[in-house]
């Protein structure tokens, strides 16, 4: 078992801060000092407007999102249509007609006056959730009331966010181009003497795939995680990541790329079609890489990459007593044990409770439990192969959750909670 510094450790945790105020200005702010800090705007329709590398750059000067969409985006351009509408949110450009654009989130709500709902949902040195409600628009120039989106963000201390995202369609169809999914949205700068500063990306079949692409390179199919590392001299790292059932939608990666304004970078669809009635939820998990902090993993390629991908994807194997696993919590998709959409494994039991924890293809790296009907304290550490771990642990509700600050390095090891 390998440890973070025990001063970090202990000390870990995330807290929050929500300016109140006007949906214009309003914004929640989640710090885990010395690791990250992001700012979730209302005026954005709940988008990470900002996010900086508190490790690199403990001033917080360098915002790592990208201008206008935020961290984390959903979608883009629609694809071709023959009877076109503008007054419906549509496009036309001469013989050119398309669906028009749909996206989430963007400083396009504000203007539209779609800024929606914003809400801390959960609250903890643990973790921190926040729920945004809106809907898609089309740039700033149409907001689709008849296109929901709900997002609930999942922060932990160690640069983890993992987001369940749920769309739905009421009324008029709209078919997606391969732009629809989940994208790391981050910045792409141009210096005074034309130098683009911001970030490459790639797979691990393509470390370098779409370099130097400028459109929508080919894409190719979909892999264990979308990869992005950083050419602004602080060597953030961040990838993406979906469960394996998501490949069947979310088929292949996708670039659209403007150098010295915007950089979307991810996974695309094949052209989806959302008829009135639609309504599905997804989930997918970025994290964060960082040389400068002993609580964020140093990810320098995207084969680096790959074992915290496959934590997620193919999660560790617990065994336990009978009826200490739950595989009906709200957010578990496919209903394996494992929340995709909290990034938790989820137990129950009012402890202590005793299970062996097999990480299989997965890196083993600061695993989240949530156990629900927990009674009494939280634990201030945890025992793995008997050996006392320091944790974040909070109980919420009725639950406890409790996060192991260090990384699993045996196959297969015993996980104590309580005692």
Sequence with gaps: MSLADDTLALGAGVEVEDTGGRPSGRKTIITSPGVYKAEVWQAAGGGIMKFYDLAADPEAKLNLAGYDRGLFEVGWHGAGRKDADESKGDYISGKHQSYGCRDWPSMGHGKLKVEGELEVIEKSPARIRVRAKSVFTFWSRFADKNMPVTGIYTFYPTGKIAIQVRVQKREREFRWSGEYGPHLFLISNKTKDGKIVGFNHGTPRYPDYGKDT?????????????????TTGIKTTFFITIPPEQHKVFSRHMRHYFPGHWD?????SGGV????GYDATWACMIQMGTPGSKLVPDIKTAKDAVPYAMQYREPAKLTGPDG????????????DGYNESEGCHVLKGPGPLSFTYEKGKGAGFAPVFKVTGWKGDA??????????????ATVVDGKLIVQVMGTILGGKVQVNIGK
């Design 273 to 276: 079609l959302m008829s009135p």
């Design 324 to 335: 200490i696993g739950i595989t009906d919590d709200e957010g578990d998709l496919n209903k």
């Design 379 to 392: 634990p201030k550490t945890v025992q793995v192969d008997g050996k006392e771990t320091a944790c974040v």
């Design 264 to 268: 979307r970078f991810g996974y695309g």
């Design 214 to 230: 400028k459109g929508m390179w080919p894409r190719p199919a979909a892999e264990e995680l979308s990869f992005a590392y950083s």
